[in-house]
């Protein structure tokens, strides 16, 4: 396994749309091992493979305290959702950010698992808004974009700022 390196806004490379995975192998699972193992690292509670600058529509997420309850998504697709909710959100590719955004309190999903497998797992509270979150990521779009103009363009100046810094 292994520590992959993540894009961060405003990289223009977040903005790609994933493609579909067409059969959960080896590379797949061999992808969501490093992709676990960099979320571990950061430390963060989600990952979508374009974070990674890796264009497939691939998502790991552990929201447990004790980081042994990972879901893996390939070609996730939100079934059905309900109801509103706001939750403050933070992203691995905008450090140190976090912003109130509103999203479906209730969502259903349907996924393949890293055996390949299809499922539906029904989600709300954290689980809801991650899955949301690093779908949105899939699709080429960022937390930061529900947000204000005004708000936005302060995060990439603060960013750009961050990246002048640290690079």
């Not at 990674?52 to 059905?80: C, G, M, Q, W």
């Not at 259903?108 to 990521?137: F, K, N, T």
Request: a negative charge.
């Amino acid at each position: 396994m292994a520590i992959l390196p993540i894009l961060h806004f405003p990289d223009p490379r977040l903005r790609n749309q994933a493609q579909p995975v067409a059969k959960v192998d080896d590379e797949t699972r061999a992808l969501l091992d490093d992709m676990l193992e960099t979320m571990y690292a950061a430390p963060g509670i989600g990952l979508a493979a374009p974070q990674v600058n890796v264009a497939k529509r691939v998502i790991v997420i552990d929201i447990s305290e004790e980081r042994n309850d990972p879901h893996y998504f390939v070609n996730p697709e939100i079934l059905t959702q309900r109801g509103n909710e706001v939750f403050e959100e933070g992203c691995l590719s905008v450090p140190n950010i976090y912003e109130n955004v509103e999203r479906a309190a209730w969502v259903r999903v349907q996924a393949l698992g890293r055996d390949g497998q299809p499922y539906e797992l029904e989600a709300d509270g954290l689980l809801a808004v991650c899955i949301q979150h690093e779908i949105d990521h899939l699709e080429g779009k960022l937390f930061v974009d529900y947000l204000s103009e005004l708000k936005r363009g302060r995060i990439r100046k603060k960013m750009e700022k961050w990246r002048r810094h640290t690079l």
